[in-house]
């Protein structure tokens, strides 16, 4: 048994809990209307098994997807081809050091992705290469949130109900929470049922790095972006103001 990113049996919940299409607060609805007017490639980073991405395709619009899990991709691929759309250019690769053959006129990362990525100089290598990508004058949008960290020693358990009747369960533990790093980080362990016999387990380490609000703006200027703005909950007209909300970031690469 070894600590998984993404594997199996997390991919196969993933893909239950957050289905296509499935709206986290508003966030397909945002982001399908804030890219309807592009014309260009859009690239979704750490794009999943595809929640986001095939809606987006479903509505007309050019999208790339790139993901570090193998699983995670193979399953948009899939899910592509059981709606019988145009097969996107999916990669797999570590947004640190990818090189992608295409400049994007939008990148997004929706669902607070950016989130997993625990090493602060990571995250900002990611973001730089992501600026990279960028067609001039291409916008980086992506959403944010504040993990519950009153909690320290919390467990939580939960199962899914697979299409052909095995169960997953999962128990999420945490095991660390650092205030001064901000980060959190759980251990979530996955076991798969099948009429009563315990058949496959996967275990996942899944840390969650938050940013102060001005702080990741700071990030964003010394990479280059300009023109940056920030709101909360998907609406423009919305100045951040509460712990609890999510927290949108729209950044312009420099023409």
Known sequence: MSFSYYGPLCTKV??????????LGGDIEFYSNLLQDCSGRILE???GSGRMLIPLLEAGLKVDGVDYSEAMVQSCRSRCAQRAL?????FVADLETMHLPFRYEAII???GSLMLIQDRSSS????????DHLQPGGRLVFDLFLPDVTKPASI???SVRLPDGDTITIEVKTTEINLLHQYKTNLIRYEQWHEGKLVDTELQELTLRWYGVEELRLILEKIGFTNIEIYADFNPEQNPSQASQK???EATRRT
Request: glycine fraction near 6%.
């Open 124 to 131: 900002i290598q990611i973001m730089q290469k992501l600026y």
């Open 86 to 90: 145009p097969m996107p250019e999916l």
């Open 247 to 249: 927290f949108v970031y």
């Open 156 to 158: 939580e358990t939960s």
């Open 14 to 23: 993933y893909d239950i809990t957050k289905p296509i299409g499935h709206s």
């Open 109 to 111: 990362i929706p669902g």
């Open 45 to 47: 980073a750490m794009s």
